[in-house]
């Protein structure tokens, strides 16, 4: 009777154990490589160990290849050398023998090895070379919460009440466990509960289920590049008769959106699994553990997306100020052509008042590039300077006469203020050129927003796909639901009317029209929706499209 006792104590907590055990974050990669090594007749065996020893050396660092940059396997190969590829059997969790044989003075065995990407990851980050490249972006995390028994709690939602931030901050389990895995992976992150009170967040973004407009917009006033955005919540689980332990649930989703261009980055979901006596503890174990699971697969994503970026390189955006002369913008692009290496092509998107907006397709991100220009002599431009760079843009100036940046349209500061109104027939143009269309990923209404492409292939007769070259991320992507659009005149504000709108310029919750920067337009997001309400168009300049308030001036219907 005790052993059977005994047995199945070991079998509930092996159980137990499979229950709560954290999956890998990463799946193994497995790759073919060929080893070889010195041969001469009479030494096969040894010869062969010898080669398989070479062969798996190889997996390793053609894994590593993957995850680091050229130029950093170059620079830093003795470090990676000395403490990773040293220790190769270590992350070759199996291989199987492809073929093997001496071949002249060689002995050659082609494996199939399967790496464990997950060690070596931690590996790399630990000898800082995994984000050594793309900065380590600053990380803002903004997770509603849910326990058992709570409503959702949000930190936002408290801004400016130093107490109540500080105690919601640190109630929140599984933004707590996200900070604690980032932090891990050498992420910088952005602690909200330290600039409490330093700025403001508009009434809008007070919600649970937040933007990526909002995300990106107390992103930017905070000074992170990435914000994480997403919602958690636990629940109980079926409870065992007569047992005082009850099991809990808990699931969270999120995305990364970088706040420069809105791009996302990463999207996933986690799950977390507890037993407990009390449900509040219960609750948070199990959403500190889907949130473990979230964050590794959220930093796969996050990584892979920058890593690709920094090697494969992009559009980058750089806004020209202060040009006097045509033909110094003409020398400027010229001069950076053919004396930076890494740059593929120059596309000039516009050139007015002494201001021009310029891609560059660089091999590299925008802080690479802008250093490589900082350092160049331009004798044609003596004034040149580099005055801000982010990951996808950079500021220049010539040195010359500046146009005034233009002023952002305030808020009308009571219900008595100037009412703006529609434009006429005669001002309804389309915003961008005749090329250029916002792209969905799908179909209205379940696709409601889009960002800005450059058409590159046209849409054939029995297929109406196109593929666009995108301004917010500088990828080309492949789609066929594209709209061109122009201003909407008041006769087409009507009730039910598909009306597509500028999210960038949001102040107090109204969103208004885009700026003269045609630069900013194309590359940030762009949404549609219905009228639901034109009653305010006469007295406030208004119309509320499914919920959002959008001044008239930032109202836009398909260009037929």
């Given at each position: 009777m005790h052993n059977r006792l005994v047995s199945l104590f070991i079998m509930i907590t092996a159980s137990v154990a499979l229950l709560f055990q954290q999956p890998s974050y990463a799946e193994p990669q497995v790759v073919n490589v060929t080893g070889v090594a010195p041969y001469s007749a009479g030494n096969d065996a040894k010869a062969r160990d010898m080669a398989i020893q070479d062969a798996m050396r190889k997996a390793?660092?053609?894994?590593?290849?993957?995850?680091?940059?050229?130029?950093?396997m170059v620079q830093d190969y003795q470090v990676i050398r000395d403490?990773?590829?040293?220790?190769?059997?270590?992350?070759?969790?199996?291989?199987d023998v492809i073929s093997s044989g001496a071949k002249g003075n060689l002995y050659e065995v082609a494996i199939s090895a399967?790496?464990?990407?997950?060690?070596?990851?931690?590996?790399?980050?630990?000898?800082?070379?995994?984000?050594?490249?793309?900065e380590k972006p600053?990380?803002?995390?903004?997770?509603?919460?849910?326990?058992?028994?709570?409503?959702?709690?949000?930190?936002?939602?408290?801004?400016?009440?130093?107490?109540?931030?500080?105690?919601?901050?640190?109630?929140?389990?599984?933004?707590?466990?996200?900070?604690?895995?980032?932090?891990?992976?050498?992420?910088?992150?952005?602690?909200?509960?330290?600039?409490?009170?330093?700025?403001?967040?508009?009434?809008?973004?007070?919600?649970?289920?937040?933007?990526?407009?909002?995300?990106?917009?107390?992103?930017?006033?905070?000074?992170?590049?990435?914000?994480?955005?997403?919602?958690?919540?636990?629940?109980?689980?079926?409870?065992?008769?007569?047992?005082?332990?009850?099991?809990?649930?808990?699931?969270?989703?999120?995305?990364?959106?970088?706040v420069d261009t809105g791009a996302v980055l990463a999207s996933a979901r986690g799950h977390g699994v507890s037993r407990h006596i009390s449900e509040v503890t219960g609750g948070t174990e199990a959403l500190e553990r889907a949130a473990k699971e979230l964050s590794g697969k959220m930093i796969d994503q996050i990584t892979a997306k920058w890593t690709q970026e920094v090697q494969a390189g992009g559009l980058i955006q750089i806004t020209v100020r202060g040009i006097e002369e045509y033909s110094d913008l003409t020398g400027f692009k010229d001069a950076i052509k053919t004396q930076i290496r890494g740059i593929n092509a120059i596309y000039q998107r516009s050139m007015e008042g002494g201001a021009a907006l310029i891609e560059?397709?660089?091999?590299?991100?925008?802080?690479?590039?802008?250093?490589?220009?900082?350092?160049?002599?331009?004798?044609?431009?003596?004034?040149?300077?580099?005055?801000?760079?982010?990951t996808n843009t950079i500021e220049i100036t010539f040195g010359g006469a500046i146009a005034p940046p233009a002023k952002a349209t305030e808020a009308p500061s009571s219900s008595t203020a100037p009412a703006q109104q529609p434009v006429s027939e005669s001002q309804a143009v389309s915003l961008f050129e005749a090329d250029e269309y916002i792209v969905f990923d799908g179909a209205f209404p379940n696709y409601k927003w889009g960002y800005v492409g450059k058409m590159v292939t046209q849409p054939t007769k029995t297929n109406n796909e196109a593929e666009f070259l995108m301004y917010n991320d500088g990828s080309k992507k492949w789609g066929k639901f594209f709209k061109t659009i122009r201003r909407a005149t008041a006769s087409e504000l009507q009730l039910g009317a598909t009306i597509y709108y500028y999210t960038h310029n949001e102040k107090e919750g109204v969103y208004y029209s885009p700026p003269d920067d045609k630069s900013e337009v194309r590359r940030e997001q762009w949404y549609r929706n219905v009228v639901t309400d034109n009653s305010l168009i006469n007295n406030r300049g208004i119309v509320i499209l499914g919920g959002a308030k959008v001044d008239v001036s930032n109202t836009f219907v398909e260009k037929k």
């Open positions: 390793v660092e053609q894994a590593v290849g993957t995850m680091v940059t050229a130029e950093t403490n990773v590829l040293t220790k190769t059997q270590g992350y070759i969790q199996k291989y399967t790496v464990a990407v997950e060690n070596l990851k931690d590996d790399l980050a630990a000898l800082g070379l995994l984000h050594a490249r793309v600053r990380v803002l995390f903004m997770i509603a919460e849910q326990n058992i028994g709570q409503e959702y709690i949000f930190w936002w939602r408290w801004w400016g009440d130093v107490k109540a931030v500080g105690q919601h901050v640190d109630m929140t389990a599984s933004e707590t466990a996200l900070k604690e895995e980032f932090i891990n992976k050498g992420f910088n992150i952005v602690d909200a509960s330290a600039v409490t009170g330093k700025i403001e967040i508009s009434n809008a973004y007070r919600m649970a289920d937040l933007t990526d407009v909002g995300a990106k917009e107390i992103g930017r006033k905070l000074g992170a590049e990435v914000v994480i955005k997403g919602k958690a919540m636990a629940k109980e689980g079926p409870r065992t008769s007569g047992s005082n332990v009850g099991s809990y649930l808990a699931d969270i989703t999120a995305s990364a959106v970088r560059v397709d660089y091999k590299g991100n925008a802080q690479q590039l802008a250093d490589e220009i900082a350092k160049k002599k331009f004798a044609d431009i003596p004034k040149l300077k580099v005055t801000g760079a982010t």
